[in-house]
């Protein structure tokens, strides 16, 4: 069997780029069908973020000597459909597409989960979403009367295992790091008070929630929030227990001629805010400085907003370099995490060989049984014949001697060509074991 990823994140490729191949449900939905139309594997789970597309695939029918997929066929199918259901060109892809396999597959799913691999070192976000990820899985082949492959959903959940172990045994969390932290601590550098300010948050999914409790947490008392659906505004109004205004999408207009800073989070695949909103609010703001932050992939806010005056707008590249000042804390617990990561990653392996092994002679037992049901139901049909017993089972015992020595006297003679003496004498170890 064969477990295999292939991605693209924030390392590979600009916020552009993550936008054109980021899956909504709908495209979910449909990824999984064209993936088992085109046999392009046996399971898939496909993971989707504002900071990376990863899809990670049990592919049982790669065979050995394809190891290596560089060199093999699956890979370039897999591109194919990757560029055909994003309506983005392979040439694009390529430059900032990456394929990882089996061992290396693994460890960069539990990476990815611990917050290792993340834009923001240790972020807490992401292990939630990798579970959302396996459960939309779950979902999608329940209703098509099937499950996960046990190997896959065996590594997702040896992931969600490593990733609680991180959490308890290193400070890989100990402090509040995430994308919405770093918007906020960018807010921060340019107003020196929140008391005075007035917020416009759009959206009012996981990351506004974070948000809003980390504005709150800094002095902010006045904050509007755009969302499509009034009532989930509401909600996250009430979670909070901080009164807010509530505005629709078509009244957003209203909230960004009255905000000193715009933070969006939605998963809109059009622009929300145009520059010529934004200009329409700068006149009525009598050109007051406005901050814009877009963590939303694809973007809310029209990229050209930034070019007004006193207008200060940034992307999720963009708080790079907040990120960075919360990484010098967080380098050895990164290290304990990864030592972590490695056991556990291993140890998956470890498993799966078992598995393998225990699959192969489950496999070989029930052929065996099979030729046995065979060559005794032809031997019963003989006798019933008339033929002589004696005769008939001598040739039960030569046929069904001959058929069951045949498959582990190939292997033999493979081990021998190959030099695998370790395997010859395992194999000579347990003769001798049978014969004692």
């Not at 060199?71 to 597409?97: D, G």
């Not at 370790?422 to 194999?427: E, I, R, V, Y």
Request: net charge negative; hydrophobic share 40%.
């Amino acid at each position: 069997m064969t477990i295999l990823a292939l991605g693209i994140n924030h390392k590979t490729a600009s916020v552009d780029v993550r936008g054109k191949v980021a899956f909504d449900d709908i495209k979910r939905q449909l990824a999984f069908m064209q993936i088992q139309d085109r046999a392009l594997a046996e399971s898939v789970v496909i993971l989707s973020t504002c900071n990376r597309t990863e899809l990670y695939f049990h592919q049982p029918n790669i065979t050995p000597q394809e190891d290596h997929i560089d060199n093999q066929s699956w890979r370039e199918q897999c591109l194919k459909w990757f560029a055909e259901i994003h309506q983005i060109s392979e040439s694009e892809l390529r430059e900032c597409i990456y394929f990882k396999q089996n061992l290396e597959a693994a460890r960069h799913l539990m990476s990815v989960a611990c917050g290792l691999d993340s834009l923001i070192l240790g972020e807490p976000q992401i292990l939630g979403q990798v579970k959302q990820a396996y459960q939309f899985s779950e979902a999608f082949y329940a209703s098509q009367h099937q499950t996960i492959s046990t190997k896959l959903s065996r590594l997702f959940q040896r992931t969600f295992s490593t990733a609680k172990r991180v959490r308890s045994e290193t400070e890989i969390g100990a402090s509040a790091v995430s994308v919405a932290y770093a918007a906020c601590g960018l807010a921060r550098q340019i107003f020196d008070r929140f008391d005075k300010l007035r917020f416009l948050l759009v959206g009012a999914g996981e990351t506004i929630e974070l948000v809003a409790r980390y504005l709150i947490q800094h002095g902010a008392k006045n904050i509007m929030v755009a969302n499509r659906t009034h009532v989930r505004a509401e909600m996250l109004a009430e979670k909070l227990e901080t009164p807010m205004q509530i505005l629709s999408l078509s009244a957003m207009q209203l909230g960004l001629n009255q905000a000193d800073v715009v933070i969006s989070s939605t998963g809109s695949p059009d622009v929300l805010i145009s520059k010529e909103m934004v200009e329409i609010a700068q006149k009525q703001r009598q050109y007051d400085p406005l901050l814009l932050i877009d963590i939303a992939v694809p973007r809310d806010i029209d990229e050209n907003a930034g070019e007004l005056d006193s207008v200060y707008a940034y992307s999720v590249d963009d708080l790079q370099n907040i990120i960075q000042r919360n990484l010098a804390q967080r380098e050895l617990a990164a290290k304990q995490a990864a030592d972590i990561v490695d056991e556990e990653c291993k140890a998956f392996f470890v498993w799966l060989k078992q598995q393998q092994s225990s699959d192969l002679i489950k496999r070989y037992r029930q052929d065996a049984e099979q030729l046995r049901q065979q060559l005794l139901a032809k031997a019963i049909q003989a006798l019933q014949q008339g033929q002589d017993s004696e005769k008939v089972l001598h040739e039960l015992s030569y046929k069904l001697t001959n058929s069951l020595l045949h498959t582990p006297t190939q292997a033999l003679q493979s081990m021998a060509k190959a030099g695998n003496s370790k395997g010859l004498q395992s194999f000579s170890q347990a003769l001798k074991i049978e014969a004692e």
